[in-house]
């Protein structure tokens, strides 16, 4: 299918899932309409001097929702980028911001080339280019609109930005809020490299954690021991499965580009991880696994959970009725398509939804804006204080028991959290209070079927409070 269809697909897929939510409240059509649409997408070209000719590059970014500034979310690198694309997935931001109670609107940009084809030097030129054109138009800026990385990007990128938007913006102290998912000197954040996938793996530790709603699906309570299938061995696939497996779930099979594999045992991600490296990139004929006739065939294994965290429109109406998982952790944006929704559901499968679970990285993001606006890093102010107040705690509870403590004890308690640690635990925060929220709502509406449904629906209300706020709907 080509990628202006896929697009189409993935855009009229959220905006289905949108109506279907909003059945379920009675606020007015106009006020449904604005929170639906898209405000603003910049579409634009620019040339880029590539070997010994030029490239004429298309780029976008929308703007879906304004009713709170700035606007957020990533950059993907992908020569199947189109408008639509970029418009769903900035559409999909405005409702994950609200699920985690972030507070900004949603946003999303898109330049359609294939990263692996360009220089490093090439890619920044591009990148360059790409923010100056965002700064003529006013796209960009820590209080307008605040990118981050996705598909094809990482912290490189993300620091061209923010030094290109520096030299645009002299004496702008807030200048480096403008983009998030930097590397730590250029003010980024520890733990936000990690953010998407540990988010995937604390969404599906609490999806595992009801024992009712596992019951329901024929499994038991818990992560320990689930079996588990990525699709993306990327950014967001390779933290989900570390982090999954770190929590007691094995991975019996992988997903990349060049093919699928498999052992029923579990595959050791780190030694796969340096079998590809050396292997031209290849994780293909791994001594640890067998292969798979195609990529596809990874999506339809025996698993209890699928974790597909490549692109959208992986599973679809052709492929839903032979998936085997119980459950589907959606760390990609848009991987089922809504017809393939329906056929997931009558099979009884639970699917933890994109808006919700790889909701980390915005979240993280938001941490790291935060850190830029306030030009401390998180910590530095009370660990030391902290300590020093246990440390007398401890000193007295020991004089007044005489039972001195070991120092392993006195390490578990006496302790000043740094800035990983405290990311960590807000994130951790954000996802276990979001995932209970949207059960709850699922729980409580009579008919609503599904988690998407039911974060949909809160994302909606949430952002219907807002323009009431405003006084534009009273
Ligand atoms: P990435 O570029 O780091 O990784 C994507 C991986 O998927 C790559 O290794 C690529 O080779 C692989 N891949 C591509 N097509 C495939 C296919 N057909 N089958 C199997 N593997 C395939 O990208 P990422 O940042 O990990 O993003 C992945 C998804 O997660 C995207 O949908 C993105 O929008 C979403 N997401 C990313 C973040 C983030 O913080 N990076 C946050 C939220 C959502």
Same mark, same amino acid.
């Given at each position: 299918?080509?990628? $202006?269809?896929?697009?189409?697909?993935?855009?009229?897929?959220?905006?289905?899932?949108?109506?279907?939510?909003?059945?379920?409240?009675?606020?007015?059509?106009?006020?449904?309409?604005?929170?639906?649409?898209?405000?603003?997408?910049?579409?634009?070209?620019?040339?880029?001097?590539?070997?010994?000719?030029?490239?004429?590059?298309?780029?976008?970014?929308?703007?879906?929702?304004?009713?709170?500034?700035?606007?957020?979310?990533?950059?993907?690198?992908?020569?199947?980028?189109?408008?639509?694309?970029?418009?769903?997935?900035?559409?999909?931001?405005?409702?994950?911001?609200?699920?985690?109670?972030?507070?900004?609107?949603?946003?999303?940009?898109?330049?359609?080339?294939?990263?692996?084809?360009?220089?490093?030097?090439?890619?920044?030129?591009?990148?360059?280019?790409?923010?100056?054109?965002?700064?003529?138009?006013?796209?960009?800026?820590?209080?307008?609109?605040?990118?981050?990385?996705?598909?094809?990007?990482?912290?490189?990128?993300?620091?061209?930005?923010?030094?290109?938007?520096?030299?645009?913006?002299?004496?702008?102290?807030?200048?480096?809020?403008?983009?998030?998912?930097?590397?730590?000197?250029?003010?980024?954040?520890?733990?936000?490299?990690?953010?998407?996938?540990?988010?995937?793996?604390?969404?599906?530790?609490?999806?595992?954690?009801? $024992?009712?709603?596992?019951?329901?699906?024929?499994?038991?309570?818990?992560?320990?021991?689930?079996?588990?299938?990525?699709?993306?061995?990327?950014?967001?696939?390779?933290?989900?499965?570390?982090?999954?497996?770190?929590?007691?779930?094995?991975?019996?099979?992988?997903?990349?580009?060049?093919?699928?594999?498999?052992?029923?045992?579990?595959?050791?991600?780190?030694?796969?991880?340096?079998?590809?490296?050396?292997?031209?990139?290849?994780?293909?004929?791994?001594?640890?696994?067998?292969?798979?006739?195609?990529?596809?065939?990874?999506?339809?294994?025996?698993?209890?959970?699928?974790?597909?965290?490549?692109?959208?429109? +992986?599973?679809?109406?052709?492929?839903?009725?032979?998936?085997?998982?119980?459950?589907?952790?959606?760390?990609?944006?848009?991987?089922?398509?809504?017809?393939? $929704?329906?056929?997931?559901?009558?099979?009884?499968?639970?699917?933890?939804?994109?808006?919700?679970?790889?909701?980390?990285?915005?979240?993280?993001?938001?941490?790291?804006?935060?850190?830029?606006?306030?030009?401390?890093?998180?910590?530095?102010?009370?660990?030391?204080?902290?300590?020093?107040?246990?440390?007398?705690?401890?000193?007295?509870?020991?004089?007044?028991?005489?039972?001195?403590?070991?120092?392993?004890?006195?390490?578990?308690?006496?302790?000043?959290?740094?800035?990983?640690?405290?990311?960590?635990?807000?994130?951790?925060?954000?996802?276990?209070?979001?995932?209970?929220?949207?059960?709850?709502?699922?729980? +409580?509406?009579?008919?609503?079927?599904?988690?998407?449904?039911?974060?949909?629906?809160?994302?909606?209300?949430?952002?219907?409070?807002?323009?009431? $706020?405003?006084?534009?709907?009273?």
């Amino acid at each position: 299918m080509d990628a $202006e269809k896929q697009g189409r697909n993935f855009l009229a897929s959220v905006d289905h899932y949108f109506d279907k939510a909003a059945a379920y409240t009675n606020y007015p059509d106009g006020l449904l309409t604005q929170i639906k649409i898209c405000n603003s997408v910049y579409s634009f070209q620019f040339p880029i001097k590539k070997g010994n000719g030029y490239e004429v590059v298309t780029a976008w970014r929308a703007e879906h929702s304004h009713h709170k500034l700035p606007v957020k979310g990533g950059i993907r690198y992908s020569e199947h980028a189109s408008s639509d694309e970029v418009v769903a997935l900035a559409t999909l931001m405005s409702y994950k911001c609200a699920v985690v109670d972030v507070p900004f609107g949603g946003g999303k940009g898109a330049i359609k080339i294939n990263p692996k084809e360009f220089t490093i030097e090439e890619l920044e030129k591009v990148t360059r280019r790409y923010t100056s054109e965002l700064i003529k138009k006013n796209f960009i800026g820590p209080a307008i609109d605040v990118p981050a990385p996705d598909y094809g990007t990482g912290a490189r990128e993300m620091a061209w930005i923010a030094d290109t938007y520096q030299v645009f913006n002299p004496g702008q102290i807030d200048a480096l809020g403008c983009v998030t998912g930097k590397t730590i000197p250029q003010g980024g954040i520890r733990g936000r490299n990690e953010a998407t996938g540990l988010g995937v793996f604390y969404g599906l530790r609490e999806a595992c954690d009801s $024992e009712e709603d596992m019951k329901a699906i024929g499994l038991t309570k818990g992560i320990d021991g689930k079996t588990f299938v990525v699709q993306g061995l990327g950014n967001v696939g390779y933290h989900a499965a570390k982090f999954c497996i770190e929590g007691g779930a094995v991975m019996v099979g992988v997903a990349e580009y060049e093919g699928g594999i498999y052992n029923k045992n579990g595959i050791d991600l780190e030694k796969l991880m340096a079998h590809r490296k050396q292997n031209n990139g290849s994780m293909m004929d791994y001594p640890g696994a067998e292969n798979l006739p195609n990529r596809e065939a990874a999506l339809e294994l025996e698993c209890d959970i699928l974790i597909p965290a490549a692109l959208e429109n +992986q599973i679809t109406a052709a492929n839903a009725g032979r998936i085997k998982a119980k459950i589907i952790g959606e760390g990609a944006n848009g991987p089922i398509t809504s017809d393939a $929704e329906d056929i997931l559901e009558v099979k009884n499968i639970m699917v933890v939804p994109d808006l919700y679970l790889n909701a980390g990285g915005v979240t993280v993001s938001y941490f790291e804006w935060l850190k830029n606006l306030s030009h401390v890093r998180f910590g530095r102010m009370e660990k030391r204080f902290v300590q020093n107040t246990f440390d007398r705690l401890i000193e007295y509870v020991e004089s007044a028991t005489e039972r001195p403590l070991t120092s392993e004890e006195k390490n578990r308690i006496a302790h000043g959290a740094d800035e990983a640690e405290l990311v960590y635990s807000g994130l951790e925060e954000t996802m276990i209070t979001s995932y209970h929220q949207i059960r709850e709502i699922l729980k +409580q509406t009579k008919g609503m079927t599904n988690l998407r449904t039911a974060a949909f629906k809160n994302a909606i209300d949430k952002i219907a409070t807002c323009y009431f $706020e405003l006084g534009i709907f009273p």
